[in-house]
């Protein structure tokens, strides 16, 4: 029975799936993870005048959490997240961390601060 709780942390540790779509401020940062299989959609909308940032959106489904939209706005772009959703959009397997800092220093405040996979 005891080599089971190492397994369990190591678990833990690792990053398991997440059950559903979760969201997690702290401080300035808000921190969204998912599941590829619960990204409907995504898009980037470029600014209209230089001075507005580009805006990512990113809309979530799962079962039991329901539906809700991410847009994240960005003076400094989002660089390969773009590419980095697509990768994971339909897998199961494939989890994505977004991190946006809210108290950036930008123009607007806000910048992407994390697009990555786990």
Known sequence: MKPFLPLCLAVLMVGAPALAWDRVQQGTFVTWTFQGDEITSYSVAEPAYDEDPAVLNVSLWHAQSGSV??????????????????????NAHTGVTLVANLNATTLNGVTLHECSTY
């Open 69 to 90: 939209g991410v847009a994240i706005e960005s003076d400094l772009g989002f660089g390969d997240c773009p590419r980095i959703l697509a990768s994971a959009k339909g």
